[in-house]
């Protein structure tokens, strides 16, 4: 039984009514995936200053000490009072339970079956939420060894980082922001999108303008939305395998939610079993007429290593490409930027940077904002002089590299000879320069995937995979991607 030596929070003596009082803060604290998966199997006992939590087995009990150690014990310590020693442990067996105490049992002498009933029976009712969002947190860690929630978040906590309002449209993503807009309003008659670009062109401003929308006309008591990446739907998916969720995580997925918003789908290239639990939820999803929207880096056609119903379906609706804005697109995104600032721009500064920044419409935002808060710091106006030292932070636009240009840089940056990067050698090093050569040229070329590979002696899907893995290890910050992004901005100096 728990310690019942008194009511005061003075004395450290938590009674059940205080740790019920802790998972309810808890609750409503973190993500409820995250309370759901880690905290509702918990038990606890507790000593002067002391609050040790037995986990139903050591999967459940590592995961808790790797995600949520440090919220249990801040709110522990704001409940009991003082300085607070958390221990998270494995329930052991018990030969008789005494009467009274709550029954503690070790995960090896139980079956699954009951393990669950028993969690069930300790665990408070699940609070109803008649919306919510499989959101994701983008900064976050996502790795494969750990669980991550399938459970439902709600809408209103979900971060809609964009909206159609300030969508500059132009006519490199008039499609695409048309089709976003009716897929909305229900006019289209096509119930799913597919959204392609290369990075920065506004792919995850449309996904998001698209939850923000729907979220703001819908009716609140039936809509639920999933807006995640398809490295978290892998990982959630991996989650419910591990933890024998998997009925749990297909009856969210394909009869709970109403729209699917899936971001990155290039990254189920080659990933077999997730291709198949994708398309039987995208299937499902589309049978009961919901709505899907998709983004990849590529066009379906490009993509490789996929189940040919699943790129059926990624092209069972209208397929919308975004391309490089021109000159006229990029001054007036500076401008809507600047009118959300609250600021003025002369116009002389705005041209500049639309001139000099012209494949990325995040990096010339960035660059707008570096310029914005230069000003502000040294409290000086804005120049031509600091636009220009701003710029000098950015890829700005110069005549692009060939192909041949490329080849030459990456060798010399790697230290290899052409000969080597064209070779059939499989070294780390030598792979990490060839695929590197593939993006530049994707990026700066307007050459086809098979055209670039065969400048390399390789196969169309080759230099699809080495682009897809560089892009992640950039968009993810490793190590590894910082220096390839330091040897891409060299190729553009």
């Known amino acids: 039984m728990l310690s019942l030596n008194g009511p005061s929070h003075k004395t450290l003596c938590m009674s059940k009514e205080v740790w019920n009082e802790i998972r309810t803060d808890l609750e409503h604290t973190i993500d409820p995936g995250l309370f759901t998966a880690g905290i509702r199997p918990l038990d606890a006992e507790v000593e002067e200053g002391r609050l040790r939590l037995l986990a139903p087995n050591s999967f459940v009990a590592g995961w808790v000490r790797e995600k949520l150690h440090h919220s249990v014990l801040e709110i522990a310590q704001k409940h009991m009072g ?46 109803v939420r008649s919306r919510g969002s499989y959101g994701s947190a983008y900064s976050g860690s996502t790795q494969m060894g750990l669980p991550i929630s399938d459970a439902p978040r709600p809408i209103k906590s979900f971060n809609w980082r964009f909206s159609f309002n300030d969508f500059v449209v132009g006519p490199s993503n008039e499609l695409a922001c048309a089709a976003s807009r009716s897929l909305c309003s229900g006019n289209m008659l096509a119930s799913s999108l597919f959204l392609s670009s290369k990075p920065g062109l506004g792919k995850t401003h449309l996904l998001h303008s698209v939850g923000s929308q729907l979220n703001a006309v819908s009716n609140k008591d039936r809509l639920n939305i999933a807006c995640l990446t398809s490295e978290e739907f892998t990982n959630r998916l991996v989650w419910a395998l591990k933890s024998g969720e998997m009925a749990r995580f297909k009856s969210r997925f394909r009869e709970s939610i109403d729209v699917l918003l899936l971001e990155d789908v290039h990254f189920f290239q080659g990933k077999q079993k997730i291709q198949d639990e994708l398309l039987g939820t995208v299937k499902a999803l589309q049978e009961r007429g919901c709505r899907v929207v998709m983004t990849s880096s590529f066009l379906p056609k490009e993509l490789q290593d996929v189940d040919e119903q699943l790129a059926s379906r990624f092209c069972s609706g209208l397929v919308a490409g975004i391309h490089l804005p021109d000159f006229e697109t990029r001054r007036r995104i500076l401008e809507e930027k600047a009118r959300r600032f609250n600021i003025a721009v002369p116009d002389d500064i705005s041209n500049l940077l639309a001139e ?51 080849v030459e840089f990456v060798c010399k940056s790697y230290g290899l000879t052409s000969i080597q990067l064209k070779s059939k050698s499989r070294k780390k090093q030598i792979v990490l320069a060839r695929n590197t050569a593939f993006y530049l040229a994707r990026k700066h070329t307007e050459l086809s995937l098979k055209s670039i590979g065969e400048h390399l002696s390789r196969r169309h899907s080759t230099v699809l995979k080495g682009i897809t893995n560089i892009e992640r290890e950039i968009s993810i910050q490793t190590p590894l991607g910082r220096q390839i992004e330091q040897t891409v901005e060299r190729l553009s100096q």
């Open 356 to 406: 000099r920044i012209t494949t990325d419409i995040r990096q010339l935002e960035s660059c707008l904002n570096n310029l914005v808060l230069k000003a502000q710091l040294l409290n000086r106006q804005m120049t031509m002089e600091m636009a220009w030292e701003v710029l000098e932070n950015f890829d700005i636009s110069r005549p692009a590299p060939s192909m041949d240009k490329i």
């Open 82 to 127: 003082g300085s607070v020693e958390l221990v998270i442990d494995v329930r052991k067996p018990t030969a008789k339970a005494d009467k009274g105490s709550s029954v503690v049992a070790a995960a090896k002498t139980v079956t699954p079956e009951v393990q669950k009933q028993s969690v069930a029976a300790q665990a408070p009712a699940a609070p």
